[in-house]
Nanobody, 120 residues
Framework: VQLQASGGGLVQAGGSLRLSCAAS????????VAWYRQAPGKERELVAA???????NYADSVKGRFTISIDNAKNTAYLRLSSLGPEDTALYLC???????????????WGQGTQLTVSS
């Protein structure tokens, strides 16, 4: 299984965007997802995380602006971003725990990242 992140691009400050993290094939369940971001010269930071049960947490810098979710019917996780500012410019990477089959344990996977650039 591979995770394919998409949805990044160039957006103006104040705008919105939705990032997707899709499994390359049908899986039994995405049990947890986390989105990270890394800006040039900065350390990678955890932006948001969620479990398939709905428990979520967010970095203080994105609370109220970002929403993370999992849609297991589509084998895809999302990160909805709004009220974007230049400080949100970064490479966004998804990480997920995936059960490929009903009887298999979860395995952890990384997506390749999608670049978001917010212009002021």
């Amino acid at each position: 299984v591979q995770l394919q992140a998409s949805g990044g691009g160039l957006v103006q400050a104040g705008g919105s965007l939705r990032l997707s993290c899709a499994a390359s094939r049908s899986v039994f369940r995405i049990t947890a997802v986390a989105w990270y971001r890394q800006a040039p010269g900065k350390e990678r930071e955890l932006v948001a995380a969620v479990t398939s049960g709905g428990a979520s947490n967010y970095a203080d810098s994105v609370k109220g602006r970002f929403t993370i979710s999992i849609d297991n019917a589509k084998n895809t996780a999302y990160l909805r971003l709004s009220s974007l500012g230049p400080e949100d410019t970064a490479l966004y990477l998804c990480n997920a725990d995936v059960r490929t089959r009903a009887f298999s344990p979860s395995a952890n996977y990384w997506g390749q990242g999608t670049q978001l650039t917010v212009s002021s």
